[in-house]
C-alpha cells in the first residue's frame, strides 16, 4: 500500500491532507476540551477580570502601517503671520492628505417596488400530402403499409404557451456614521478614503466597511462628509460569529443548490 502511495503523487497528496485534518480535529477537541475544564473551574467563582499589560507585549501583536503624508518644511516669514503651505489665514481643520481622518454621515433609505408578468403563445399547423410524384406515387404505396393515404401524409400540430411573473418588493435603512481615513489623493485632488469599524459583543462581531471617492469641496466645515456626495461608494454593514454561522445554510445545502438541477 505504502508503495503505491509513493508511486502515485496524488495519493500521496490525498494522504497528506488527511494526515492534516485529523491533526487540526485533534488540536479542536484538546483545545474544547480545554475550555469545557475552564469553565467547570469556574463554577461558584465571580469571573476574573484580566489584567492590564501592553499591548506591544502580546502574542500576536502587529504595529499599526497606515498611508503618511510627504513630510513638508515649514518656514515664516519675518513679521508676518502668514505660513507658508497653508490653504488658508487660519488652520483648517478638514480632512486634506493622505492619513487625515474624516467623519462619514451614513443615511441610507432604499426601496423598490417592481412588478413584471409576461405571457406569450403561439400555434402551428403543418399538413403535407402527395399527390403526384412522376409516376412513383404505386411504388411509394408499395413501400408503405397498406391503407396509407398520401394526400395525409404529414399532419403536424404544435401550442406552445409561456407565462413568466415576477414581484420584486425590497426596503432597506441604514443610518449611523463612521470615520474613515483618507488613503490616496488622486492627480485631480480628489481624495480616495477608506474606513472600517469592527465591534464585539459577547461572540457576534458587527462589522461596518465604507469605500469611496470624494471632493475636498464637499466636506462640511466639521469634517464630515454625507455618503450621498461619495463616488464609486462601497459600503458593508454585517456580521460575523456564533449567531451568524447558526443562521447561515450549511456548506452542503450551499453545494446542492448549486449542483442539482431541480
Known amino acids: 500500500m505504502f508503495s503505491k502511495i509513493i508511486r502515485k503523487p496524488s495519493n500521496l497528496i490525498d494522504f497528506t491532507k488527511c494526515l492534516k485534518a485529523g491533526l487540526i480535529t485533534l488540536l479542536a477537541l484538546s483545545s474544547a476540551a480545554c475550555s469545557h475544564l475552564d469553565k467547570l473551574s469556574e463554577i461558584g467563582e465571580t469571573p476574573k477580570l484580566s489584567a492590564i499589560e501592553s499591548p506591544v507585549e502580546k502574542p500576536g501583536y502587529r504595529p499599526v502601517s497606515m498611508p503618511m503624508p510627504e513630510p513638508e518644511e515649514v518656514s515664516y516669514n519675518p513679521n508676518s503671520l502668514w505660513r507658508n503651505g497653508s490653504r488658508s489665514f487660519f488652520k483648517d481643520q478638514r480632512a486634506r492628505k493622505v492619513g487625515d481622518i474624516i467623519t462619514v454621515m451614513i443615511e441610507i433609505t432604499d426601496k423598490a417596488e417592481i412588478d413584471n408578468e409576461s405571457t406569450r403563445d403561439r400555434s402551428g399547423t403543418t399538413s403535407a400530402g402527395i399527390d403526384a410524384l412522376a409516376g ?6 408499395k413501400i408503405l403499409p397498406k ?7 404529414v399532419d403536424v400540430n404544435s401550442t406552445q404557451t409561456d407565462k413568466g411573473s415576477g414581484t420584486v418588493d425590497r426596503e432597506e435603512k441604514l443610518t449611523t456614521k463612521m470615520a474613515a481615513v483618507v488613503m490616496q489623493e488622486l492627480p485631480n485632488g480628489n481624495l480616495v478614503i477608506e474606513g472600517r469599524q469592527e465591534i464585539r ?8 466597511i465604507v469605500a469611496g471617492v470624494i471632493r475636498p469641496e464637499d466636506v462640511s466645515s466639521l469634517n464630515t462628509i454625507d455618503i450621498s456626495k461619495i463616488a464609486e461608494a462601497r459600503v458593508s454593514y454585517g456580521g ?3 449567531i451568524t454561522n447558526v443562521q447561515a445554510p450549511r456548506y452542503g445545502s450551499q453545494v446542492l443548490d448549486v449542483l442539482l438541477p431541480f
Open 136 to 141: 412513383y406515387t404505386s411504388l411509394i404505396k
Open 147 to 153: 391503407g396509407t393515404d398520401l394526400t395525409t401524409l
Open 201 to 208: 459583543v459577547n461572540h457576534e462581531i458587527r462589522e461596518i
Open 240 to 242: 460575523r460569529g456564533h
